[in-house]
């Protein structure tokens, strides 16, 4: 029977002071404890997905917006821009760009993202791949690694993305048929969860729709479309040129070449331009701020503008914060009053064991186990819910933004919580045990 | 053995309220009866002799050791040890069982574990059916024989009894005092029993009053 042991003992011989002690302490430490948690792995997405990316050129209209449709993948898009307006930043010789990553965004497949782009978005985000190769014709895609485990698709499957970002089967586009080419390696950054195609196929999809938004192809285009040509390419898709098309499906254009967007008429249209600079010094800054004042686009800074997004959520969290710390505050009231009360009942117990011979410092570290172990307990119970809770939200998470959370990482931070969780089960005990400690046997024996 | 010498004691500083004590002796392994009516301090006499209160003058001397000597955890580790005490609420750690209460009691006078012990003392007072109960489980027979178990369960050379049979019937009370004697004969220990109970009078021959 040690110390330990007794301590339980007579917790456990008042459970429900024991529960509402441990409840009241394992909301506070969880409700700490998860705003950890979803801090760390928010802030860890959110800077994992920056990718060294400098300045977001799109459509003009809220910043954020831009940033979270174009980087993140969460929002609806601000617009489209013609290609016309950002070849200047496509060009190779661009003296302070070092890349310059095209966007088309507008469809999706299962409430994934198509996304049209380059394959320059690999290296950035220095993803691999784990199956198959880059898409490198019109309509062939590379999906992440969330996409294809979620949807079970493998190389060689086909299928029809759909207009907009929600799963809706009167949106799709049923005669265009993607073909899945490759699939990438999870490296925990959005392009997990992407369907990666060219910027051409979207123009090509939109034009056979005729729909204009979001990536509004013009209507007219399919007309212009190849007088522009000055490769000589005869690559017609709308009227004439099916001849080789064995199955008589639309599908000529999966075996054009890709020209680079550079080549492509001006009129045509992309969602935004992800940049990276060559170095961050005053020309490049004075970039951004000459887009947005001269021309019909913007230009955002994403670690600016994701600094703005903490902050607004800093408050959000604060009230939380503060919140949490008033249930631990009263959980720490809660083991405080139970240890006395249980004190009072317990003093002819108390003297009892004094004349059995224990002494003075073995009550006082009687009723202190007792108080730590309701907050050690507590911890733990906190951390079960906190962690439990946050792997129900990551399912959530999951489902709506294709983000992965989980509830099963630790952080150094817990430790904290700990000593934070002993230190109150001391604070919440030391009275209670120091007026046990100074229990008059005599007198306390003498009042029964 | 168990002696008193010049024994006082005071509440407070004030002389006026000072009980005095007679001096006495009594031998290892005799049984004696403390008796006094309420009020005359027998309850305080008995505290100054467990230890659990310091004296304003005198000394308590049990086998050679003085008492007022001994200091904080020394004296509650001398009194674990050395005395067993039966009060007249039999009370335990509530929490516990009465085989836990009693290995409790070993542990916290530094005794090494006794299980065998505990379970002879139980089928003495025969009460080990109830090793696995809580105290509130038993009657109050029970319980004063699982206190008497208690007093004994470190093998004190000293039992002390405060009104041990004030709540008992005449049956009862026949039992207990002989089972305290019986135990306290087979334990070589000294037995003082504190009492205004006349009943206890015809068997005891070694008396003080007070």
């Known amino acids: ?448 | 053995m168990l002696s008193t010498h010049n024994l006082s004691f005071a509440f407070d500083s004030s002389a006026s309220k000072k009980l005095s004590f007679p001096d006495f002796t009594c031998p290892t392994g005799e049984h004696w009866l403390l008796l006094g009516q309420s009020g005359s301090g027998k309850t305080t006499l008995l505290h100054l002799l467990a230890g659990l209160r310091s004296p304003r003058t005198g000394t308590v001397t049990i086998n050679d050791t003085a008492l007022n000597e001994l200091k904080g955890a020394a004296l509650d580790r001398f009194r674990g040890q050395q005395i067993g005490v039966v009060f007249q609420e039999p009370h335990f750690v509530r929490a516990l069982t009465i085989g836990e209460n009693l290995a409790l009691t070993r542990q916290l006078a530094g005794l090494p574990p006794a299980p065998k012990i505990i379970i002879d003392l139980l089928e003495q007072l025969n009460i080990a059916h109830k090793k696995d109960d809580l105290p509130q489980a038993l009657s109050v027979g029970e319980r004063q024989r699982a206190a008497i178990a208690r007093a004994l369960v470190n093998e004190p050379s000293l039992i002390l009894a405060d009104e041990p049979t004030s709540a008992l019937d005449d049956q009862n009370t026949e039992q207990v005092v002989q089972l305290l004697q019986t135990q306290a004969t087979n334990a070589n220990a000294t037995l003082l029993i504190v009492t205004h109970d006349n009943r206890l009078k015809s068997i005891f021959k070694q008396r003080i009053e007070l």
């Open chain 1, 1 to 448: 029977m040690n110390l330990l042991r007794l301590s339980w003992k007579n917790l456990t011989f008042k459970p429900l002071s024991m529960l509402l002690s441990i409840t009241l302490f394992a909301l506070g430490v969880g409700l700490i404890s998860l705003l950890f948690l979803v801090q760390h792995q928010l802030e860890e997405k959110f800077e994992k997905n920056l990718a060294g990316i400098d300045l977001v050129i799109g459509a003009k209209g809220s910043p954020l917006q831009l940033i979270l449709s174009s980087m993140y993948h969460v929002d609806a898009p601000t617009g489209n821009v013609p290609l016309g307006g950002v070849k200047p930043f496509l060009n190779p010789k661009h003296p302070l760009i070092e890349t310059a990553i095209p966007i088309s965004l507008g469809d999706s497949y299962k409430t994934f993202r198509v996304v049209g782009t380059t394959n320059d978005i690999l290296d950035i985000y220095e993803a691999k791949i784990a199956q198959g190769k880059a898409w490198e014709q019109n309509f062939e895609v590379t999906i992440g690694a969330n996409v294809a485990r979620d949807l079970g698709m493998s190389l060689g499957d086909t299928f029809s993305s759909s207009h907009g970002f929600m799963e809706d089967d009167n949106l799709g586009h049923d005669h265009t048929a993607f073909k899945v080419v490759g699939i990438l390696e999870q490296n925990g950054t959005v392009l997990d969860q992407l369907i990666l195609t060219t910027n051409q196929s979207y123009w090509l999809t939109h034009d056979h729709d005729g729909e204009s938004a979001p990536v509004a192809a013009p209507e007219e285009e399919e007309e212009e479309d190849h007088d522009h040509d000055e490769d000589g390419h005869d690559h017609d898709h709308g009227n004439e040129g099916h001849n080789h098309d064995e199955d008589g499906h639309d599908h000529a254009h999966e075996l054009e070449p890709v020209k680079p967007l550079l080549e492509e008429p001006e009129d045509k249209q992309i969602t935004s331009l992800l940049v990276k600079f060559k170095g961050r010094n005053y020309q490049a800054l004075n970039m951004q701020r000459s887009i947005n004042e001269n021309t019909e686009m913007q230009a955002a800074t994403p670690a600016i503008e994701i600094n703005r997004l903490y902050k607004l959520m800093d408050s959000g969290e604060q009230a939380l914060r503060i919140l949490a710390i008033v249930i631990i505050f009263v959980s720490a009231l809660s083991i405080f009053i139970s240890l006395l009360s249980s004190l009072r009942e317990r003093q002819y117990e108390l003297a009892l064991m004094r004349v059995m011979g224990s002494s003075r410092s073995k009550l006082f570290n009687l009723i202190l186990c007792e108080g730590l172990l309701l907050a050690i307990i507590g911890w733990g119970v906190g951390l079960l819910m906190s962690h439990g809770g946050m792997q129900i939200f990551a399912g959530k998470l999951a489902e709506s933004y294709g983000y992965d959370f989980s509830g099963w990482i630790f952080l150094p931070q817990e430790w904290f919580v700990l000593l934070g969780s002993l230190l109150l089960g001391v604070v919440a005990a030391i009275i209670p045990a120091v007026k046990a400690s100074q229990t008059d046997i005599s007198e306390t024996l003498l009042k029964d």
